[in-house]
């Protein structure tokens, strides 16, 4: 009988199914309105989730190459007038390609960067919990991810007791009180006003 112990890593479905029922309530008279990402309109956010869903596809797959190795930040991203079906099948096969044997051993690349597999999968995680907030909240749509995929997202992110002031992944921390929702305390982490508005 086999006793090893098996390590349980995150489960990616529930974080892209939460984005992926955003699609429907986003018409595309939003498309070029704020995010809360300064340089991204509702259209460039868009493409900027379908080139993450590929990236961290591929990179679960060891498939590297340029879908991988490509600095997300080096060009802005292009919506393709089909997203509203690329997008859906990319989120399903990034959450099938992280449930594959051996997706979360090893090393990989996303973004240009390499670094081990079980990191790299709980960044995806973060990636669909904080962008996904960020369309919901330009397009005016509820947003409630899992308790467990915001749970990763805070353990990624959260300030390290001997630098609470540092920068987050995505700008510097914004403070939020200590009992604030954990939605809330992550969107924080991510440099992000958890009251933000289009217009603000």
Same mark, same amino acid.
């Not at 292009?78 to 051996?102: M, S």
């Not at 960020?134 to 990624?156: C, H, I, K, N």
């Given at each position: 009988?086999? *006793? ?13 199914? #939460?984005?992926?029922?955003? +699609?429907?309530? +986003?018409?595309? !008279? ?8 300064? =340089? ?13 869903? *590929?990236?961290?596809?591929?990179? #679960?797959? =060891? ?5 991988? &190795? ?16 690329? /997008?859906? %099948?990319?989120? @399903? !096969?990034?959450? !099938? ?7 979360? @051993? ?18 995806? +995680? ?8 960020? /369309? ?5 749509? !509820? ?16 300030? *390290?007791?001997? @630098?609470?002031? %540092? ?7 914004? #403070?939020?009180?200590? &009992?604030?929702?954990? /939605? @809330?305390?992550? +969107?924080?982490?991510?440099? %992000? ?8």
């Amino acid at each position: 009988m086999d *006793t090893t112990a098996q390590t349980a890593f995150p489960d990616l479905r529930p974080a892209a199914h #939460a984005v992926a029922q955003l +699609i429907d309530g +986003i018409g595309d !008279e939003r498309l070029g309105d704020p995010t809360p990402c300064p =340089k991204y309109a509702v259209r460039e956010l868009l493409g900027h989730v379908v080139g993450l869903s *590929t990236a961290f596809r591929d990179a #679960a797959r =060891k498939d590297l190459g340029p879908t991988t &190795d490509t600095d997300p930040g080096s060009v802005l991203p292009v919506l393709r007038d089909d997203w509203r079906t690329v /997008l859906p %099948r990319r989120l @399903d !096969e990034l959450a !099938e390609a992280w449930d594959r044997p051996g997706a979360w @051993d090893g090393a990989t690349r996303a973004g240009g960067v390499a670094l081990p597999a079980a990191v790299a999968g709980r960044v995806a +995680i973060n990636e669909l919990v904080v962008h996904g907030w960020d /369309l919901a909240r330009a397009t005016g749509q !509820e947003y409630q991810p899992s308790d467990a995929s915001l749970q990763v997202s805070y353990e990624l992110m959260r300030p *390290t007791g001997d @630098d609470p002031s %540092r920068d987050g992944m995505f700008g510097p921390v914004v #403070a939020v009180p200590d &009992d604030a929702p954990l /939605l @809330d305390q992550v +969107i924080g982490f991510s440099g %992000r006003r958890p009251d933000w508005r289009p217009g603000d």
